[in-house]
């Protein structure tokens, strides 16, 4: 419950959209409950009128009832399309809102708050959570509180006649609006849950046997995928054969109790007109109102359907957007940097959650403008290294001083100006190449961005394309190769111009001939500039001041790539292992 | 508009396919709707008698019997019609699924690479999910929009032909306004829905590139983009929308204003002193008018199930006729060998036109050697691998299998049980350890997996996790590195043995320890066999029998190591400016 009153309090700045929403929506079916009425009761009192001969014919008011009959009727067209329109209207605005929020809770958490969400399986399930609790206002906010209310005020109107009238229509509606789709939804939960997970199983199949169905064909494994397919389906459909049971049993019972209603309301109703205690014209009046009553309550077995979604979907999002911040940003103006060097005392990181230390203890210098190598097995903490450098997280003990400054007291946005960043990691947004530019320097002009690309190499590329730098990248647009990728986040490092850059594996992932030339191409990009070069291959590490080799968290050995070599220690053993055994790679 | 039809009358005919329990739930909502005309009946009976002839609860009891009594029947058969059109749904269902699956496997995997698997999968679930409402809902009430009007007309003329007029005029124009307004709606409403997914697409663009945008301090602005986006958005699409909307405007319209119009035009003929109508007449016409125009109701509320549907079926169809590669009859005699040697003679081959991946290639693979196939990135080896494989058909030349038979006059099962395959980035599948090392021998024991395992290198790890060969591979998450992935994929080949190898050395993504532990374990399981390897390295090369080099879809040279290093020509410039670079 707490969900959705934080989630209203959210949408609290559009609540004149919703309720107006909700009004309409109300205004539509007490429309359609008056125009059956009237109608009913319109006809029996002009039967009774015809019957009774010219005096009462003089006495009846033909035309109030008839322009109330026309005025309902015209009521709810008009209600029934304002409605659509501000309740879309509303559910937009709602999901602009959400939307917003969510990145600006989302945005001061990242990377190091996000670090369990870091899949883009996880990720991706969280922006579908956004727009399912869209549905939050149309389909569940809007039905309980229409039917709510609606259900009051037409059984308050049976009231009028008979109190005993009122409780029966408010007791089915309530019980076909509510009792019902809770057993349907009860009796269908089990199904339900096994289909979600036979169907995540059949997608685990399917995905295997596209991705892996050359493997599978020579393994003689085709006739086995199908056979399992089809039991999945078979499986499948077999849930599914049970849940339109009870969709049916819902259906079909919702028409019924409606139907009851109706017989209820006679039997109660016909000894009181008999009985004279009202007039014979209500009789027709409650049979069709009773009818017209149900419309309030036919979406909610759907909004009991959607309740469960949403609630979930907003658990996840409140609990991601209420994580803590990882540590604290510096407030106030940076600190001033003369000389961008880098001095690690002592470091130690540790990863929130993790047993052990990431960085235990890096001792390393970078003076300002000398190129540095950081060479480490997966694992050695090089990447930690960057991480701490770029205020992504924080360090626990030692002095890590940039400038002179110790790291901790640059806001994170400020310190980041320094660095410029080529990793295998770089995101490439889906939009088009000069948008992916403009990242790096937002008022860049058109010939900065060419200067960019032809010093990444990737001038050529981009104007043999018929759209240049409005080529969309990417899903639905043109698909760059894997050094191509590379070469904007190049194209941007330059645009962005900062003394430090930090190559984080830039080429890992690259076949060997693209990774080389990748490198070759980054030598311009070096120059003049402080370099951290991140790696795990001694590819291009001759080129380097120096050389820190990284293990387990602590700094082993450094010394330029030729010293390294000749000493005979961690280096010279990676070097003949990887030469002798294995053997450099040539294609 | 055009498209949509055709898509349509293609569903239509699967749906044949369960003609007859189609026919069946129609049969029943019918049925139903004639009810309802008994129905009213009965209830203006119980109305009239009451309020006009002064008859009290007792005398209608029999009456209000008969109507609880139809209520019953009636859910009964709503309750059946909805268990008839899911079973008419889910034969077609299982129809697809199968083709579908049939198909893709047919097509092989190079022809569906460019096809994203997710996609590929959605489509056989959800989108074939999305074609049950319109066989379900959508057709069916296709056929009840005709004849439940038409059978409530038949029933109102006589009583009072001047209300049956008024239904008859203003019946028809509600489907005619709504395909005036909906055709057009529908495009506009599609168009929408693009940009709806697009607009989602993009937070989440957003949100995964959280990281890059903040490393240029541009994280913040976002924000301000998000927003403005989704007001455009919103802008444009409640443009559209507040036209689509008119649609169900219309059907109200007609509907409620018919029912005033009869209301009101019975009214005035009530309330004369010979009235040429009863209340009885009158009363009944009123209850059958809403369900007049119940069925159109319901006929829009399935129009967007049918909208849903024809996009679904417009993706399934597509891949549905996706071309089959034409085989020719494979020849029955071929039988097993222990030895294969291949021939391959001027083979060609394109992805697209122009676009030549092999142009002329001739090469041999003797029995028992191992050749190397070394060239740049996009020189056709994998391209080469795969038509050995039969993954890809040949333009021109042929693929001759110990020197006589052509390769595509071999049965594909019968050639894919002569050799193993392990590609650069080998893919584990949903089950255990073992499962996955047993795929092809299924009767393998543990003796046998064991053995095969240690020959790959992987005995060791795997007897250390806690469940051994039977961990599943789904559980471990990312339990497993890719070293160790490509020694399980390994250990599949050594459990297999056949007589021909064909891999992909791996070398991305393993870090130095696991990198010599596969390439011991791959030298290991060639050695002796007939064996082409996509070789990266350098060290693979020197060790293999025989290398074929190959440049821009053509055999540049082939020979030993030392012929190569010794003839001066594109292999022996590779080695050197790889040695150039490195100083070792």
Redesign the interface.
């Given at each position: 419950m707490s969900d959705y009153w934080r989630l209203l309090k959210l949408f609290f700045p559009y609540k004149f959209w919703m309720l107006g929403g909700a009004l309409l929506a109300l205004l539509t079916i007490l429309s359609?409950f008056g125009?059956?009425a009237l109608?009913?009761w319109?006809?029996?009192s002009?039967?009774?009128?015809?019957?009774g001969?010219?005096a009462t014919?003089n006495l009846?008011n033909?035309f109030l009832?008839?322009a109330g009959?026309?005025a309902?009727?015209?009521t709810?067209?008009i209600s029934?399309?304002l409605e659509?329109?501000i309740t879309?209207?509303a559910t937009?605005?709602l999901?602009?809102q959400l939307?917003?929020w969510f990145?600006?809770r989302?945005?001061p958490l990242?990377?190091a708050g996000?670090q369990g969400y870091r899949s883009?399986d996880i990720?991706?399930r969280?922006?579908?959570d956004?727009?399912t609790l869209n549905n939050f206002y149309l389909r569940v906010f809007t039905p309980f509180l229409v039917a709510g209310l609606a259900t009051l005020l037409m059984s308050g109107f049976f009231a009028f006649f008979a109190w005993r009238l009122a409780i029966a229509l408010f007791l089915f509606l309530a019980a076909s609006g509510l009792a019902l789709p809770l057993l349907a939804e009860r009796l269908g939960a089990r199904s339900g849950a096994e289909m979600t997970n036979l169907?995540s199983?059949?997608?685990?199949?399917?995905?295997?046997?596209?991705?892996?169905?050359?493997?599978?064909?020579?393994?003689?494994?085709?006739p086995e995928?199908?056979h399992r397919?089809?039991r999945l389906?078979?499986a499948i459909?077999q849930r599914?054969?049970k849940m339109?049971?009870i969709?049916?049993?819902s259906?079909?019972?919702m028409?019924?109790m409606g139907?009851?209603a109706?017989?209820v309301i006679?039997?109660l109703a016909?000894?009181l007109?008999?009985g004279g205690h009202l007039g014979?014209?209500d009789?027709?009046m409650f049979?069709?109102g009773v009818?017209g009553s149900f419309e309030a309550i036919v979406a909610l077995p759907l909004a009991f359907q959607f309740l469960g979604q949403t609630r979930q979907a907003a658990r996840r999002i409140f609990s991601v957007a209420d994580s803590a911040l990882p540590f604290p940003d510096a407030s106030g103006p940076a600190p001033d940097v003369q000389k961008p060097d880098l001095l690690l005392e002592n470091v130690h990181l540790r990863y929130p959650g993790s047993q052990q230390d990431a960085l235990a203890g890096v001792n390393l210098q970078i003076k300002a403008g000398s190129k540095v190598a950081v060479l480490g097995?997966?694992g050695a903490g090089k990447s930690s290294l960057a991480n701490l450098l770029?205020r992504?997280y924080d360090y626990q003990s030692g002095t890590a001083q940039f400038g002179g400054h110790e790291l901790k007291s640059f806001p994170?946005?400020q310190l980041?100006?320094f660095?410029a960043?080529v990793s295998q990691?770089?995101?490439?947004?889906?939009?088009t190449i000069r948008d992916n530019l403009l990242?790096?320097k937002?008022d860049a002009e058109e010939e900065e961005l060419w200067k960019a690309l032809a010093a990444a190499q990737l001038e050529s590329f981009v104007r043999s394309q018929p759209d240049g730098l409005d080529t969309i990248v990417g899903?639905g647009g043109v698909k760059l190769s894997g050094g191509q990728s590379r070469r904007v986040a190049i194209a941007?490092a330059i645009l962005?111009n900062a003394p430090w850059l930090v190559l984080d594996e830039p080429s890992?992932?690259?076949?060997?001939?693209?990774e080389?030339e990748f490198l070759r191409d980054l030598q311009p990009l070096m120059a003049g500039r402080t370099v951290l070069y991140i790696t795990?291959r001694?590819?291009g590490l001759?080129q380097m001041d120096q050389v820190f080799i990284l293990d387990e968290g602590r700094v082993v050995e450094s010394g330029t790539y030729a010293e390294l070599l000749k000493k005979g220690g961690h280096l010279s053993h990676?070097?003949t292992?990887?030469?002798g055994?294995?053997?450099?790679?040539?294609? | 508009m055009s498209k949509p039809v055709r898509i349509d009358q293609r569903l239509m005919q699967e749906g044949r396919r369960t003609r007859g329990t189609l026919y069946f739930g129609i049969g029943l909502g019918l049925a139903a709707g004639l009810l309802i005309i008994l129905q009213a009946f009965i209830l203006a009976h119980i109305v009239n008698g009451v309020s006009f002839e002064g008859l009290g609860l007792a005398a209608v009891m029999p009456l209000l019997w008969a109507m609880l009594a139809l209520f019953v029947v009636r859910a009964g058969l709503s309750w059946a019609g909805e268990l008839v059109a899911f079973r008419a749904s889910a034969s077609i269902k299982s129809y697809l699924r199968e083709q579908l699956l049939k198909h893709l496997l047919q097509l092989g995997p190079v022809a569906i690479a460019g096809e994203r698997s997710a996609d590929i999968a959605s489509t056989m679930i959800e989108g074939v999910e999305a074609l049950e409402p319109y066989f379900s809902r959508y057709l069916p009430q296709m056929a009840l929009v005709s004849l439940i009007p038409l059978a409530i007309l038949v029933v109102v003329f006589p009583e009072d032909w001047i209300s049956g007029l008024i239904l008859l005029i203003t019946g028809p124009l509600v489907p005619f306004f709504m395909v005036l307004v909906g055709y057009a709606a529908e495009a506009v409403n599609q168009r929408q829905w693009r940009k709806m997914l697009l607009m989602s697409a993009h937070f989440l663009d957003v949100v995964q590139g959280l990281t890059t945008l903040k490393i240029f301090g541009r994280a913040k602005d976002e924000i301000e983009i998000v927003a403005r986006i989704s007001d455009d958005y919103r802008r444009s699409t409640m443009a559209g929308l507040r036209v689509a909307f008119l649609t169900s405007a219309v059907l109200e319209f007609f509907a409620s204003l018919s029912i005033a119009l009869v209301a009101v035009s019975l009214g005035a003929r009530l309330l004369q002193v010979h009235a040429a109508v009863t209340f009885y007449t009158a009363f009944f016409v009123l209850l059958l008018a809403p369900e007049y125009f119940n069925p159109l109701r319901g006929l829009s509320t399935h129009y967007h199930a049918r909208m849903s549907a024809i996009a679904a079926a417009k993706r399934i169809f597509e891949i549905l006729d996706m071309p089959l590669p034409e085989k020719p009859q494979p020849a029955e005699d071929y039988v097993h060998s222990q030895e294969i040697s291949l021939v391959i003679r001027d083979l060609c081959f394109a992805y697209e036109p122009g676009r030549m991946a092999l142009d002329g290639v001739t090469a041999e693979f003797p029995a028992g050697k191992v050749t190397a196939l070394v060239g740049s990135s996009g020189a056709g080896k994998s391209t080469l691998a795969n038509a050995i494989l039969g993954f890809v058909h040949a333009d021109k030349g042929e693929i001759l299998v110990n020197g006589q038979m052509p390769l595509n006059a071999i049965d594909p099962q019968l050639w894919w049980r002569q050799l193993a395959w392990v590609p650069q980035n080998p893919r584990l599948f949903h089950g255990s350890i073992a499962d996955n090392i047993r795929m092809g021998q299924a009767d393998a024991d543990l003796a046998a997996l064991r053995e095969a395992a240690k020959n790959a290198h992987a005995l060791e790890f795997i007897e250390a996790l806690p469940q051994g060969f039977d961990s599943m591979i789904g559980d471990l998450g990312q339990g497993l590195s890719g070293g160790q992935i490509q020694r399980i994929a390994l250990a599949r080949a050594f459990l297999k043995n056949p007589p021909l190898f064909i891999l992909d050395e791996a070398t991305a993504n393993l870090d130095m320890e696991n990198e010599a532990l596969v390439l011991d374990a791959m030298q290991r399981l060639i050695q002796g066999r007939t064996a082409i390897v996509i070789a990266h390295r350098l060290a693979t090369a020197e060790r293999a029998d025989h290398i074929v080099v190959l440049e821009a879809g053509r055999v540049a040279e082939s020979g030993s190591h030392q012929e190569l290093l010794a003839a001066g020509g594109v292999y022996a410039r590779m080695v050197a400016a790889y040695r150039g670079e490195i100083h070792v």
């Open positions: 359609n125009l059956l109608s009913g319109f006809l029996a002009a039967a009774l009128a015809g019957l001969g010219y014919l009846y033909f009832p008839a009959v026309r309902f009727a015209t709810r067209v029934r399309w659509r329109v879309h209207e937009f605005r999901l602009a939307r917003s990145y600006s989302l945005e990242a990377p996000l883009g990720l991706s969280l922006v579908a956004i727009d169907q199983e059949y997608r685990v199949q399917l995905v295997d046997g596209m991705q892996g169905m050359g493997e599978l064909l020579t393994y003689g494994a085709g995928i199908l397919s089809n389906n078979d459909l599914q054969a339109a049971q969709s049916g049993l259906t079909a019972g028409s019924f139907n009851l109706v017989w006679l039997i016909i000894p007109i008999h014979p014209s009789l027709p049979a069709l009818m097995a997966t770029l992504f994170a946005d980041r100006e660095f960043v990691r770089s995101y490439l947004f889906h939009t990242v790096a937002g899903e941007r962005k890992e992932g690259l076949d060997p001939i693209t080389m795990h001694l590819l001759e990676f070097a292992f990887r030469n055994v294995v053997g450099e790679k040539i294609s | -």
